[in-house]
């Protein structure tokens, strides 16, 4: 599996994992100039902005670890010209990290860090 195919195989774990927990999802890999974001969900009223990481092992440390500061710079200004052009400015907002990793056996773990920056 290659690394592209691998991310979308994570990012399909990743909606089930999180429509089993209640989110809403709204998009899935909304794109903009700026960059994308693989998820945007709602929990409640919340409007949640999903980064996902996706892993074969921890060989090269978690998933969560490759949402650098950088990352979370860029991820909040696509997040707010998603703001802008979809509305919902005026809820609350946050940004979660769900890393997947994939074991030799196919099966995920899931690591959902809520409110991650």
Avoid at 22 to 42: K, S
Avoid at 64 to 90: C, F, M, N, S
């Amino acid at each position: 599996m290659n690394h592209k195919t691998l991310g979308a195989e994570g990012e399909k774990m990743a909606v089930a994992y999180l429509a089993a927990r209640g989110y809403r999802i709204r998009e899935c890999n909304f794109r903009c100039r700026l960059g994308e974001i693989d998820l945007v969900a709602e929990e409640g009223r919340t409007l949640v902005f999903v980064e996902v990481k996706t892993r074969r092992s921890r060989r090269f440390g978690l998933p969560k670890e490759a949402v650098t500061p950088a990352k979370q710079a860029r991820l909040r200004r696509i997040a707010e010209y998603y703001l802008l052009t979809h509305g919902g400015g005026d809820r609350p907002c946050r940004f979660d990290v769900l890393g997947v990793t994939i074991g030799p056996d196919g099966k995920p773990h899931m690591d959902l860090i809520r409110g991650a920056f």
